[in-house]
């Protein structure tokens, strides 16, 4: 397998693609400019500009505890409190942990605590950003934080070594586990009193002397937090995950990546940087993108981004899956169009399944789909064939860091999947309901027409070196650009786009705009 990173750091959002074999297998976006009047509050609160707070480790002040819910609100900075269940307060209770024998409880049963046993209003609590907040919800939280290294993620609430689901060879498992407590047992005074670690799938392979350089560095991480901690009103933030970039180089970058391409100088040399702190054996593998063309369009990158926006999947045999969101869940239909096997409708429907259950997975990752997922599979009557399409589905997810659980077939055809909401989908960072259409129809949002815009004009400032650049769009779009005028004009001038006016069209609807150069 040839694995490349491709990393956009445009003049307005920050795009990753992870490309397999030439084939689009994840993407992540996280927009740097143009943040909402919430996000804009989010960044004067804790520094920082960014739509994504997953990761960051504030001080809160408990809000209102709900023991009907099992839940408290507290207060992080944002509009909307977050939410922490009591399993996730867990580590806050003067409890012991699981297998706590209590009074009238037989010894290993397990007790969960209640969330008044955890938190009290008024109080202030350290908690982690484990959901962004989503439409009317405020973020999810968890007392149970945690730092990600590159190799281990420090637990400090949490003593002991725990290993990652995604490592499946159990010689190796026993080996990471030795290693892993013989460095606990080797750390003295630079570890993080009372912690543990979790192995990452990067650490396969890796050396008691990697282990402790990164549990050093995650202690280093770690100390900055508490001491801001005693001087810190909440809520404030304590802890900031890394940027794109950084993050992109620690989670995605790994033994299979061949190479990461990066079409940004500022850009490239922080993934440089990064790589000379944390994993230097990757940084000859980081290359300047310079041309010919746009980053994105190896690959066909995207036009790989619109397919996701569509709701129809084509297969290889000529059939296609239809993907549709409701608030409730996402349906997946299969659908075998004109194609028929020679051998008949078992393996007519058994082929198209088999291409369907094995894109459905990628399509979940790429489009960032969570909740409840219902699939129709064409239906197929044998039961070794319905085990070959499950299979196939499991491992089209193997892949996936988002936990996922997956149900037998039901006798109709159906597989109900569920995957932890973790950020909007791809279609709602885009895309809103059509005002005259409402539930009918969506259109791309105003902010996601101007990245278009944005990026419109670095292409044009490639083909058209030293040449202004008068953009033509709709007045709404204008509005966007110029609001934002202070942050936009630098960014695309770093790009080579220095001189650029914009001009309002009445005519133009929202999505259509022109760029080109002046004489």
């Known amino acids: 397998m040839n694995k490349e990173v491709l990393i956009n750091a445009g003049a307005g959002e920050i795009r990753v693609a992870v490309v397999e074999d030439g084939r689009l297998q994840e993407l992540f976006l996280e927009r740097t400019i143009g943040l909402d009047e919430g996000a804009l509050r989010r960044t004067r609160s804790d520094g920082r500009t960014g739509h994504s707070l997953i ?60 969330i008044g ?39 400090p609430n949490q003593p002991g070594i725990a290993l990652s689901r995604r490592i499946e060879d159990e010689a190796e498992r026993a080996r990471l586990i030795m290693i892993g407590e013989q460095m ?64 992109t180089m620690r989670d995605e970058v790994d033994v299979q990546t061949s190479r990461v391409l990066i079409d940004d100088a500022a850009a490239f040399e922080a993934a440089r940087a990064y790589c000379r702190r944390a994993m230097p054996e990757a940084e000859s593998r980081i290359e300047l993108f310079s041309g010919p063309g746009v980053l994105f369009d190896l690959y066909d990158i995207e036009e790989s981004i619109e397919q996701l926006l569509r709701p129809r999947v084509p297969l290889p045999s000529g059939g296609w899956i239809t993907i549709e969101g409701t608030e409730a869940l996402t349906a997946i239909d299969v659908n075998s169009g004109s194609f028929t096997a020679s051998t008949g409708l078992e393996e007519t ?32 009557s044998e039961l070794d064939n319905i085990r070959k399409i499950l299979d196939v589905l499991a491992a089209s997810l193997a892949k996936d860091r988002t936990p996922t659980q997956i149900s037998p077939m039901s006798e109709f055809g159906l597989v109900e999947i569920t995957r932890k909401r973790i950020r909007d989908p791809l279609v709602k960072l885009t895309t809103e309901c059509c005002r005259p259409c409402h539930a009918t129809g969506r259109t791309r949002t105003r902010d996601s027409v101007a990245m278009e815009v944005l990026r419109r004009v670095e292409r044009q400032a490639v083909s058209a070196p030293g040449k202004a650049i008068l953009v033509r769009a709709a007045p709404e779009i204008v509005d966007w650009l110029m609001m934002h005028d202070d942050e936009i004009r630098p960014a695309l001038a770093r790009r080579g786009a220095s001189r650029i006016s914009f001009e309002k069209r009445d005519e133009f609807a929202r999505e259509g705009f022109d760029v080109g150069t002046l004489p």
């Open 349 to 380: 429907s058994l082929k198209v399944n088999l291409e369907a259950a094995d894109e459905i997975g990628r399509q979940l990752i790429l489009r960032g789909i969570g909740g409840l997922i219902v699939i129709d599979f064409i239906h197929v």
């Open 184 to 247: 606990l047992a080797e750390a003295n005074g630079a570890a993080v009193p009372g912690a543990g670690y979790i192995v990452r799938s990067a650490g396969v392979g890796a050396s008691l002397a990697d282990f402790k350089e990164d549990a050093e560095r995650l202690s280093e991480a770690w100390r900055p937090v508490m001491a801001k901690r005693q001087s810190a009103r909440a809520p404030a933030t304590l802890y900031h995950d890394l940027d794109p970039v950084e993050r």
């Open 55 to 114: 990761g960051n480790i504030v001080l809160g002040r408990v809000q209102r505890v709900l023991p009907g819910m099992q839940a408290a609100f507290v207060d992080i900075g944002l509009d909307r409190s977050g939410f922490l269940g009591a399993r996730e307060a867990r580590c806050l209770a003067d409890l012991p942990g699981f297998g706590w024998a209590g009074q009238g409880q037989a010894a290993g049963e397990e007790r969960a605590p209640k």
């Open 117 to 155: 046993d955890c938190v009290r209003e008024g109080e202030d609590v350290i908690v982690q950003v484990v959901k962004d907040p989503i439409g009317e919800k405020g973020a999810r939280l968890s007392a149970n934080v945690t730092i990600p290294g590159r190799l281990l993620v420090l637990v």
